[in-house]
């Protein structure tokens, strides 16, 4: 190699023209002119599709070739008449061929460079039509290089197009890579015009001889791209027309086999296949370009479609981690996109690097297609993939058989567990600490009872397995404690429990339905991870009494409520003293040692197929038809209705007892709860000396119970709108007389005194949280709050969630609150009692629908509700059209204070926000948003929607009652949101009220679907007509006893005045002689004479003769008015009344409204 001294200046120092510059340099321009062997996308003229195969080609060439396609297919976008390409190549010449039809360029000479344009633009660098960046361009070209480089790069480069304007042809040849020109020949032309491009690549500038068959195939594959791009574009290969003339055509060249699920909106056209087993792979195009190496518009595409696809994933699967790569690795994207002026890694524009701001356009995937994608199977798939990993991390927590463990808090180990002797060992479940001290107490009157029982104390409620992911049971240190107590391995399949260190677990749960759920999910470990265990009935539980009724040396004992409560109908409860055992903390010492002595006798085994018992099952279901049931089970036993006897083989005991589990703890079958407890049944029990219990009958016998509890905790009654613990709040605070300001008490004092009166049995802290639900009263919350705020309840700044402390706030009866539960009617309430206390009613009958008035929402076991709000004052008016016999008026979805549109829709109402649009400056100003769309949260979402370049930025001028966001767009963003109808959605400015899910309790406190708001506005009307019938019957027969007891009394006194009647040195039992003699009747509640002999001396004046005369008269004119005025003109006047004091309180909230908004605009 020469040294780089001895070179003269000349060799050091060199100019080059443009031309030698690309040809001295020309990765610059085209790419690499070196023969490369890759993996290419090539059409295969005998299977008729693109395939993949490993080609040797020059990048470079493959460039050039490109240019001119790319040029052909701008001009179809420039030049509606342009609907024709065609495209040869010549192999035995090395020549290709390009035409396109269309107008052709100008022939006329540039008055400025002197030359035709035909020329200028095919012969000289740096020449284009699209160097105005102030112009939004959607063709492919952008730098003035283009086909020149194709010039530059071929041996002969023939340039024909015909203008037709000016009947003119143009022709002439360039050769030598651009070096040499033919003059232009300028003929006569009257035919139609078109652009010819014909060239000769210089082969040897690419150590190439020839145009070999692969790359051949390459250079077609592209005219096929070209094909399937272009709608109604015809496109011709050496004289033979393509038929693929669509994008979604095209992309069955690749996949003929596959389903694709296909998007298109204006300026896009994406196609997705779900493809298992297969990495991502990316077909891209921006303006006819192939973008073989993607870039961002595919970033941008597979961004918004992880996302939603990961969403659909976590919203049941909400722990588990999924990675994007993980989603994307299952997916095959292709994309036809158009985008303004793009941007290019380099000049080979092999990858798009136009930010996504500047695409001028926005794409989301069609919601329907996005739904397909979901369901292909791809989420299922990814699911599987994390939970596999998961599996093998799970091992991690796994047990072991040994003699000593150490470390796991509050255990009592059993000596024998782990142990030769373990076969003699059971553990015992307790359901928290005050159950594992009685089952201490009860183990000590067990012989060996320290060797052979464990006890270890459960934290509440043991997690549902059967949903949770793998990383809440690695959290979970209960499922770990119990894995490493009993020694059970991971998916391990157990043959005997010899392996273990106990030979079987025995719950010991209250015997409330509480208690019937911890026995359940126990079942429900056991059964997702250990189904095994279950067939050699592994489980055991030790029942202990609910109630003991003693009467003298007599006593009965129940197990279940049911049973209790049919026994105390048929005896007089006065007669027997009553113990109810709420909770297993309730028993004493020597109650715990009799539960335990002779244990084994007392066990109850849950079996997962006992012969006897499963044919009597399946027999008495087969006749029921139990609805409830799975589709696999029900066709076992159609199949076993031909004998009378049904016999169960283990194939079908496997199906019932999976079927009964699944069906109450596995999310997928909420439908099929919903069925079961449907046919809810409270005397449907499970008697207390079976002492084989198969999980099936557990299941439908005693958890069941448990399942419409919650329910009944979860989903009001629609009578009173209210659910249990709302009803408790009511009662409470009409027994503490909460009816004035002055009587105001803080939520936390209320909270204690309501859990006192009523036997709240959960949490305070919940009960407040329903206290203050049910005082809060800004836009989104209550209609009519029942009871008032002093203080900060919340506020539509975080719905409520921004309330004080329960320390620091007040609250008293709402004035309404009494005219819609009448004092009335509080005699006539059917009261719940709780051990011996009577609490509050099993439901109220409020003068209106409370339920329409505030709405109710709420999730429970196999039910949810959504019930949507209403204006009161049209629902008053609606019920005294009722009373009129006239038909109702139709009601829309009405919130207080809200200023927003509710329009009526198919299944519901559309609820949307305030906003106005200001199209000179770009900008959306929002002043009102859906109910349920809070204003902190909103703002967070803002912040996501500029940092991903939706929004150039926001102000907002909130308060914690108005609501005002100024938000700017870009000019194209705004104008596409606007174009494509998705402003509303992008902005959430639009809440679907549904009008399908509305479920609630009815008088018979039996769960009902309601389809429209008018069937429960009809059921309520017809039980609070009822109940006003009852008002009625119950105060005439109130008042009939009061005028019983003065005229009694009135006949007492002037006898005694009369001397008929001696009082005066007589004893109690004389004096009551006397009366019997004189058949005064016996009217006190213990049947005596104590309503006339308990009365005061002075009652034996004249003024007091007088006072009980006109008492007597007036309740004779209240008695006389009571029976004339019939139960419709009662309840009209009382709606009157309460609709007096409602549109008051509505009329100041448009004054203090009207008022803030003057103060705002100041």
């Known amino acids: 190699m020469a040294d780089s001294t001895s070179k003269s200046i000349e060799q050091k120092y060199q100019k080059k023209t443009p031309i030698e510059h690309i040809l001295t340099r020309p990765d610059t321009y085209v790419g690499d002119i070196k023969i490369q062997e890759e993996v290419m996308d090539i059409y295969d003229d005998d299977l008729q599709r693109i395939v993949k195969k490993n ?200 996949y003929p086999d596959d389903d694709v699920f296909f998007d298109e909106q204006e300026r896009w056209k994406v196609g997705v ?65 158009t985008i303004i002026n793009p941007a290019f890694s380099s000049q080979t524009k092999e990858e798009l690097k136009t930010k996504q701001a500047d695409f001028g356009s926005i794409y989301e995937m069609n919601e329907k297609i996005l739904a397909k994608i979901i369901k292909s199977g791809l989420v299922q798939q990814i699911i599987d993939l994390a939970k596999l990993k998961d599996q093998v991390i799970l091992k991690n927590t796994d047990g072991k058989k040994t003699n000593n463990i150490r470390g796991i808090p509050k255990l009592e180990d059993a000596e024998w567990a782990g142990t030769k002797k373990s076969t003699q060992c059971r553990l015992i479940l307790t359901e928290g600490d005050s159950a594992k001290g009685l089952a201490m107490a009860g183990r000590s009157a067990i012989a060996d009872g320290n060797c052979k029982y464990g006890v270890f104390p459960l934290k509440g409620k043991l997690l549902n397995v059967r949903e949770a992911t793998a990383k809440q049971l690695l959290e979970n240190e209960e499922i770990i404690n119990i894995k490493k107590i009993l020694g059970l391995q991971h998916n391990k399949e157990y043959l005997s429990t010899s392996e273990l260190r106990y030979s079987s677990v025995i719950i010991f749960s209250d015997q409330d339905y509480d208690g019937f759920h911890i026995k359940g999910l126990v079942m429900n470990f056991f059964h997702h991870f250990f189904p095994s265990l279950i067939k050699l009935n592994f489980l055991h539980a030790l029942s202990t009494p609910i109630v003991k009724a003693v009467k003298g040396k007599e006593s009965k004992i129940f197990y279940n409520l049911t049973q209790y409560e049919d026994w105390k109908h048929k005896i007089d409860p006065n007669n027997w003293h009553i113990k109810y055992y709420k909770g297993l903390g309730t028993s004493n010492k020597d109650e715990a040692k009799e539960y335990f002595t002779d244990i084994e006798n007392k066990l109850i085994k849950y079996s997962w197929a006992n012969k006897s018992i499963f044919n009597e099952i399946v027999n008495e279901e087969i006749e029921e038809d139990d609805k409830s049931v799975c589709d696999s089970v029900k066709s076992k036993r159609k199949s076993s209705k031909k004998s009378k006897t049904t016999s169960v083989d283990d194939q079908q005991k496997e199906h019932i007892c999976f079927d009964a589990i699944t069906l109450a703890f596995d999310k997928k079958r909420a439908d099929d709860r919903k069925e079961w407890l449907m046919r809810y049944d409270r005397n449907k029990i499970i008697q207390n000396d079976i002492k084989e219990v198969p999980i ?53 004092q209320l909270s204690g005194f309501i859990s006192e009166k009523t036997s709240y049995h ?46 620091y706030i007040f609250t008293y009866l709402a004035e309404w609150n009494r005219l819609i539960f009448r004092p009335e009617d509080d005699p006539i309430l059917t009261y719940l009692n709780d051990d011996g206390l009577s609490i509050e009613p099993e439901y109220y009958v409020p003068i209106i629908p409370v339920v329409l008035v505030n709405g109710a929402q709420g999730i429970g076991t196999g039910f949810s509700t959504t019930i949507l709000q209403y204006n009161p004052l049209q629902i008053i008016d609606n019920i005294l059209l009722m009373m009129d016999n006239k038909s109702v008026k139709e009601m829309y979805p009405w919130f207080r204070g809200f200023k927003g549109k509710v329009e009526k829709v198919e299944n519901g109402f559309n609820i949307k926000g305030n906003y106005k649009i200001d199209k000179e400056n ?77 479920h609630g309790f009815n008088k018979n406190n039996v769960i009902k679907k309601y389809d429209t708001i008018y069937d429960i506005l009809q059921e309520f009307y017809g039980v ?101 005025t019939t139960e419709l003109q009662q309840w009209k006047k009382e709606l009157l009344e309460l609709k007096k004091v409602v549109e008051k309180a509505f009329a100041n909230d448009d004054k203090e409204n009207n008022e803030k908004v003057k103060i705002f605009i100041k």
């Open 922 to 998: 770009s900008k959306v100003i929002i002043t009102e948003l859906p109910i349920g769309t809070w204003t902190t949260p909103y703002k967070e979402y803002l912040d996501k929607l500029e940092e991903d370049k939706v929004i150039k930025g926001y102000k907002d001028k909130n308060t914690d009652e108005t609501v005002y966001f100024e938000i700017q767009f870009t000019d194209d963003n705004l104008y596409d949101l606007i174009e494509k109808k998705k402003l509303e959605s992008t902005l959430k400015l639009v809440d679907k009220g549904t009008i399908t899910n509305m």
């Open 55 to 254: 080609i040797k080609y020059v990048p470079a060439l493959y460039k050039i070739f490109d240019e001119i396609i790319v040029n052909a297919f701008d001009h179809t976008k420039n030049d509606s008449t342009c609907d024709t390409i065609k495209v040869s190549i010549d192999k035995d010449k090395n020549e290709i061929s390009v035409l396109n039809n269309g107008k052709g360029i100008d022939i006329e000479i540039h008055a400025q460079h002197k030359i035709y344009v035909p020329e200028l633009i095919f012969g000289e660098l740096l020449t284009s039509t699209n160097y105005d960046d102030n112009e939004a361009r959607t063709t492919g070209g952008r730098n003035g290089y283009g086909a020149k480089l194709t010039n530059i790069f071929s041996t002969k480069f023939i340039v024909e197009t015909v203008d037709e304007e000016r009947k003119r042809k143009f022709y002439q040849e360039f050769t030598d890579n651009m070096s040499k020109r033919t003059k232009p020949k300028i003929t006569d032309y009257k035919q139609k015009s078109y652009t010819q491009i014909t060239f000769i690549p210089d082969l040897k500038k690419f150590s190439l001889s020839e145009l070999s068959d692969d790359i051949v195939n390459l250079f077609k594959k592209r005219v096929y791209d070209i094909a399937g791009l272009g709608e109604k574009l015809k496109v011709y290969y050496n004289d033979k027309k393509i038929e693929t003339n669509n994008f979604k055509k095209y992309i069955s060249l690749y």
């Open 696 to 748: 099936y009958d557990f299941v439908h016998r005693e958890l069941i119970h448990f399942s419409n509890d919650d329910i009944n905790r979860s989903i009001p009654n629609i009578i009173d709108g209210l659910k249990p613990s709302q009803r408790k709040v009511q009662y409470g605070s009409v027994l503490r007389k909460l009816f004035k300001k002055q009587d105001e008490i803080k939520v936390a």
């Open 1024 to 1124: 609070r007509l009822e109940y006003y019938k009852k008002r009625k019957e119950h105060q005439m027969d109130e008042i009939d006893k009061e005028l019983n007891i003065l005229e009694w009394k009135m006949k007492f006194i002037k006898g005694v005045i009369d001397g008929t009647i001696i009082v005066n040195n007589q004893t109690k039992d004389k004096i009551s002689d006397q009366l019997e003699k004189q058949k005064f009747p016996k009217l006190s509640e213990n049947k005596s004479y104590d309503y006339l002999l308990t009365m005061p001396i002075y009652s034996l004046s004249k003024e007091k003769i007088d006072e009980l005369q006109k008492r007597i008269d007036n309740l004779e004119e209240e008695l006389e008015h009571i029976e004339a």
């Open 273 to 337: 296949i779900y493809k298992p087993d297969n990495n991502f792979e990316q077909k891209s195009f921006v303006n006819g370009i192939c973008t073989y190496k993607g870039g961002s518009h595919t970033e941008y595409v597979m961004k918004g479609i992880i996302k939603k696809v990961k969403e659909a994933i976590l919203k049941k699967n909400k722990e588990l981690k999924i990675k994007d790569e993980t989603i994307k690795e299952n997916l095959i994207i292709f994309i036809d996109s």
């Open 762 to 807: 959960h949490g305070e802290a919940s009960l407040q949280g329903t206290i203050v639900g049910m005082a809060q009263n800004f836009v989104g919350a209550n209609n009519l709050n029942l009871l008032h705020p002093s203080g900060m309840f919340g506020s539509r700044l975080l719905g409520g969630k921004d309330s004080a402390s329960a320390r």
